[in-house]
Nanobody
């Protein structure tokens, strides 16, 4: 059973940067599509970014394009979300996700708060 654990959230000022990490255990991530989602208070969970199993294809929500970068290190069974130029509207709980054969696996979430 794949398990995912996020880290790296916290409080940052507008314009600042954070890097989220998602470490996997119980299975190798090599054949999983992976991604990041977020959920702000009072809003539905939304997709932020995803990356293919090979790492050759990435997608981003329009709201984060040019500011966020998703990456994966299959050797370390870990993937990342580099977030730059953070805005107050990026404040949310961020969840990592892995998908294979129609089965979704989720991390527990990490809070990102962008505030001065």
């Amino acid at each position: 059973q794949l398990q995912l654990v996020e880290s790296g959230g916290g409080l940052v000022q507008p314009g600042g940067s954070l890097t989220l990490s998602c470490a996997a255990s119980g299975s190798t991530l090599d054949y999983y599509g992976i991604g990041w989602f977020r959920q702000a208070p009072g809003k539905e969970r939304e997709g932020v970014s995803c990356i293919s199993s090979s790492g050759s294809s990435t997608n981003y929500a329009d709201s984060v394009k040019g500011r966020f970068t998703i990456s994966r290190d299959n050797a370390k069974n870990t993937f990342f979300l580099q977030m730059n130029s953070l805005k107050s509207e990026d404040t949310a709980v961020y969840y990592c996700n892995a998908l294979r054969f129609g089965v979704n696996y989720w991390g527990q979430g990490t809070q990102v708060t962008v505030s001065s």
